[in-house]
């Protein structure tokens, strides 16, 4: 569908790359207009007035005008500056693994306002909280939902049995888990029941579940290989961001050891 020609509407950044001598090329995602790509022209002069407003992962309030190639933003306003993400490494490297999960699974242009409310819940809690690998775990398993990759955790994707509770296969080619009658053999990999019982609780719950979730150490590990595994393959494509989040992720770990 065609916008009009001047809309404004609230946005968050996802990328940007600099452009000419003073512009920059935006990534927004937006709630009723999806995702987008935008000019900002001379953005990158110290006397713009939209400078500082459109960094990295904040959220602000943006005027965009159509344009033949690109949609021209012409004035913008921090909503959230989310501070501690653009402040931390390990946290600005969590906001960026979210960033591009979103730019790879979304096509342009195409509404989706419960993303955009995910992501938005994602880029708060990285700002504050401290588990972020289970806040990763769960916007992958919601964005997952939303844009329909959503895994299938309560039946055995083979067969349709019912699943028991006790370890399964999970194939992410299949899109979930596998009963032990029809896996192994090359058919899905090895998930135990807690790291199963724990996707199930991610993709049923609500953000405000997660507050004062334990996982233990071999579970939350787990989470994260199939995880990435299902992404990857159901993407077919390694994500960039990975490899920088876990270089940084072994940084601090030698640090706080
Ligand atoms: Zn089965």
Do not use: D, H, I
């Given at each position: 569908m065609r916008r009009a020609r001047t809309v404004r509407t609230e946005a968050v950044v996802l990328r940007h790359k600099d452009f000419g001598e003073a512009d920059r090329i935006l990534t927004l995602l937006t709630p009723e207009h999806g995702k987008l790509h935008a000019i900002a022209k001379g953005?990158?002069?110290?006397?713009?007035?939209k400078a500082g407003h459109l960094d990295l992962y904040m959220r602000a309030d943006v005027f965009l005008a159509t344009g033949r190639d690109l949609d021209i933003l012409t004035q913008a306003t921090t909503l959230d500056a989310y501070r501690p993400i653009r402040e931390g490494l390990l946290r600005s490297s969590y906001a960026s693994y979210c960033a591009e999960l979103l730019e790879r699974f979304t096509p342009d242009g195409e509404a989706n306002a419960p993303l955009y409310h995910l992501m938005v819940g994602a880029l708060e809690k990285i700002g504050v909280e401290d588990n972020l690998p289970l806040i990763a775990r769960y916007y992958e398993m919601h964005l997952l939902g939303l844009v329909g990759f959503q895994p299938e955790?309560?039946?055995?994707?083979?067969?349709g049995e019912e699943i028991q509770p006790e370890d399964q296969f999970f194939d992410a080619a299949s899109g979930g888990v596998v009963c032990p009658r029809c896996g192994g053999d090359g058919m899905g990999r090895p998930i135990t029941m807690p790291t199963l019982k724990m996707l199930r609780f991610l993709q049923r719950?609500?953000?405000?579940?997660?507050?004062n979730l334990r996982v233990r150490a071999t579970v939350e590990s787990e989470l994260e290989q199939v995880m990435l595994n299902f992404i990857t393959v159901n993407l077919e494509r390694q994500l960039k961001s990975v490899d920088f989040l876990n270089r940084v992720r072994r940084i601090k770990q030698t640090n706080s050891n």
């Open positions: 953005v990158r002069r110290p006397t713009s007035r955790l309560g039946t055995c994707v083979v067969r719950s609500e953000w405000a579940a997660l507050e």
